[in-house]
């Protein structure tokens, strides 16, 4: 079984930065597919970015391109989302997830991952 721990999450002014991370445990890291997503109340989980076991190869959301960026360090189990130039819209609960066989052509799709941390809150004043 695998267990991710989000951490990083708080409150920052628009157009400030934060830097989330996500430890996985009880598997080989390495061997995750990786991603974030993001819920506020009442509304579907929404893709927020996935990156491959290595970390080569990435995928984004059309809201956060160009402002996030997904990353992992293999030896450390962490996986990292760079989040800039943040807005209102921004302001969500933030999840990590793994897939065992992440199918990166639906990336964005929550029925490909396999484990969820308890996600860390995310807002943005305005």
């Known amino acids: 079984h695998v267990q991710l721990v989000e951490s990083g999450g708080g409150l920052v002014q628009a157009g400030g930065s934060l830097r989330l991370s996500c430890v996985g445990s009880g598997t080989t890291f390495s061997s995750l597919g990786m991603g974030w997503f993001r819920q506020v109340p009442v509304k579907a989980r929404e893709f927020v970015a996935a990156?491959?076991?290595?970390?080569?190869?990435?995928y984004y959301g059309g809201a956060v391109k160009g402002r996030f960026t997904i990353s992992r360090n293999n030896a450390l189990s962490t996986m990292y989302l760079q989040m800039n130039s943040l807005t209102p819209e921004d302001t969500a609960m933030y999840f990590c997830?793994?897939?065992?066989?992440?199918?990166?052509?639906?990336?964005?799709?929550?029925?490909?991952?396999?484990?969820w941390g308890q996600g860390t809150q995310v807002t943005v004043s305005s």
């Open positions: 997830a793994a897939s065992l066989a992440l199918d990166y052509g639906s990336a964005g799709s929550v029925a490909e991952y396999d484990f």
């Open positions: 990156l491959n076991w290595g970390g080569d190869s990435t």
